[in-house]
């Protein structure tokens, strides 16, 4: 049976003078907050060591005073396993997380119009490749959900917040690889990413305030808060992300409800949120008490580093409501996604469904429970991450050869799509775009989203010749 998680760990913000002090400060801080349970199973000295880049020397050390320390115990040819009895003590004062300090920083003026213009889809904004789906695999664990549901009794209403196998199965996903510290009761299944997005819409209440979107945004999730009664104000970005201190002007000057950004490739520019800007985004929320949500819709597909840690998994992350979807790592057809938020949020969005839903697909949701807790989704996300960081390569190529100088971009380090400058968009014939589904449509300032995830190499060099200058 495969290992269905890999357990990852994030040292860029730990503490700690040298990376053996900032490794050992990691695992006792996780250990300490319940991020890594009792008799949870750690990485190999060599799996760890790639993980984080270091000499894995290192990491054996670190294993070995954790192991003497009493955090850690190793059992032969089984692994090293975090301790069923801790030691009763807490961190040294050098060794105290620092992250949630306050911040001070000078607000510069900038202009308050703000652009309400939004983008469009067609039929391809980054979309995955629906026939990379493991058919045989996914109809075996229907199968053996339909014989399971049936015998357990479980075709009839259940559940409005999801099944307790698939949230279950979620829940330690979420922990493992996305560093988040949460129960299932944290946790609320859904049809997709969209339906996470409405239902946020819901429970947020215009009284509160106003909602912020970036300048550049989600289209069908400004739908949705816009069709909730919102009055909508935008937020510059750049290449280092929200800029923070534009939404420290507009937090001045107005009563806000909520934030909804999309940190892990910015939606549409591809731009990840660097990390200060994401800690300062989060002091902000508690000390101007509004929301954020946090949708995380292509967080799986990552190629050149490791991705930094979603919103909600950072200190100060109480009023995160973070969205995912398991749409992108096998096909939108599929539709399940999930919402995370404190279990007050939930139980209001539990209460939302059932006017409009009543509840999710049982069968579905069992049969990807069991294809998560046995590993298969990982295998199939590694061997589409693969393939996916091939094509973004092919692509790189062909722009280059197709338009040399003519088109800029900066590679995208994940996602499934690019975010071309063309320049003099005058210059561009889009003629036959419209009839083209590799296309999104998105054309702001000579701009424009190409979606590469859905398109073989043959298909994507097609559609890059169809640009005609």
């Known amino acids: 049976m495969l290992r269905p998680w890999q357990t990852q760990l994030w040292l860029e913000n730990s503490v700690g003078d040298t990376t053996h002090a900032r490794l050992v400060n990691r695992l006792i801080e996780d250990i300490l907050n319940g991020r890594l349970e009792s008799g949870a199973l750690l990485p190999g000295s060599r799996s760890l060591a790639a993980i984080l880049g270091l000499n894995r020397k290192t990491v054996q050390v670190a294993y070995d005073e954790l192991i003497a320390q009493g955090w850690l115990v190793a059992e032969a040819k089984r692994g090293t396993f975090v301790s069923a009895r ?12 620092l992250v949630t300090r306050t911040a001070t920083v000078d607000i510069e003026a900038v202009p308050t119009s703000l652009s309400l213009d939004s983008c469009t889809n067609v039929d391809n904004d ?30 009839g209403y259940g559940d409005a917040q999801g099944t307790i196998e698939l949230r279950s199965a979620l829940q330690r996903m979420l922990v493992q690889e996305r560093y988040l510290h949460l129960t299932t009761a944290n946790i609320c299944t859904v049809r997709g990413s969209q339906m996470a997005i409405y239902l946020a819409s819901r429970i947020i209440k215009p009284s509160d305030g106003v909602m912020i979107f970036e300048e550049l945004t989600y ?11 919102f009055t909508i104000l935008r937020c510059r970005t750049d290449s280092k992300g929200l800029d923070v201190l534009h939404l420290e002007k507009l937090l001045a000057n107005h009563k806000v409800a909520a934030i909804f950004t999309t940190p892990h490739h910015h939606y549409p520019t591809t731009v990840t949120m660097v990390m200060e800007r994401r800690l300062l985004l989060l002091q902000l929320s508690i000390r101007y008490g509004f929301y954020i949500v946090e949708d995380d819709y292509d967080h799986e597909f990552h190629f050149d580093s490791r991705p930094i840690p979603p919103l909600a998994s950072l200190p100060g992350a109480e009023r995160v409501l973070h969205i995912g979807s398991l749409s992108k790592v096998f096909a939108p057809g599929l539709r399940v996604g999930y919402l995370v938020a404190n279990p007050e949020l939930i139980k209001q969005a539990v209460q939302e469904i059932l006017m409009i839903d009543r509840q999710g697909n049982t069968l579905t949701e069992l049969a990807l429970a069991e294809l998560l807790e046995s590993g298969e989704v990982k295998r199939h996300i590694r061997k589409c991450k693969k393939l996916y960081k091939a094509r973004r390569d092919h692509c790189i190529t062909e722009l280059n050869r197709l338009f040399g100088d003519r088109v800029s971009f900066h590679v995208p ?26 296309f999104f449509n998105h054309k702001q300032n000579g701009y424009l989203r190409f979606g590469f995830g859905a398109l073989t190499e043959w298909e994507a060099t097609d559609a890059l010749t169809s640009l005609k200058f």
């Open 219 to 229: 289209a069908p999730a400004l739908a949705a808060f816009e069709a909730a009664g």
């Open 126 to 155: 980054g979309i995955p490749d629906a026939r990379l789906i493991p058919y045989e695999l996914l109809a075996r664990a229907y199968r053996r959900a339909l014989i399971a549901a049936s015998r357990k009794q479980y075709l």
């Open 413 to 438: 380090a994940g996602g499934l799509a690019f975010w071309l400058n063309l320049g003099d968009s005058s210059q561009l014939d889009l003629t036959d775009l419209a009839l083209n589904p590799y």
């Open 86 to 97: 801790l030691p009763e003590q807490h961190l040294s004062e050098q060794y105290q997380h």
